[in-house]
């Protein structure tokens, strides 16, 4: 299935795509400009599963843009990339069904737990734009826990699955049985307040309980 990446500035919308294609795979992403959707959304192979729009800040240009993109592409998952929070625009596209907001600055750690929570069925809303909807059925309201201390073998097996590892390559890749990180992946997930794997990471990387993502965490004895 397709993912399209819809960015205005070249260096960001590389940048992105890059990560994209890390996340995904390289032949299913197709970045454009805004101005380029309506001439390329004709030689889309569909269905377009992810769109990822970077939007320009100007409420009234974003939302037009937003409409144009799910009129044509018809995406079966839309996430946000902006600059500035604007809650008219953030609620107005949750009331439309898109899945998340994360700033155009965040790390590709980050960009790459929003793509994959939105996959799988989540949402990924900045915090001040949930506060804001309480009341609302646009956006999910999921209760604030206190993080709790992770073990060392939390944290590393937090980190395999932050990265799409599976329980059996966990298994295998740490010497442990599958049931045993299963057991380790619930209290994980209840600690974060997360409801699966995808969830579970994009609080990790938002939280920077992953510290710096290229180390690897020691496996505890």
Known sequence: MTTVLIEEYAILRIAIQHILESARS????MSMTPQKLNEMSMSLVRPVELVVLGITGVADVDLHLLANVQAQLAPRYS??????????VMMEAARRGVCGFIAKNSTPEAITAAVHLVLAGGQCFPRPIVDAAQGSHHLAQRPYSPMRVLTPRQEEILRLLAKGRTMREISKEIGISVATVKSHARTLYWKLNARNQAEAAFIAVQQGLLGNAEEEAESPQ
């Open 79 to 88: 996430l946000i990339l902006y600059d500035s929070l604007d809650t008219r």
């Open 26 to 29: 390289p032949e299913s992403v």
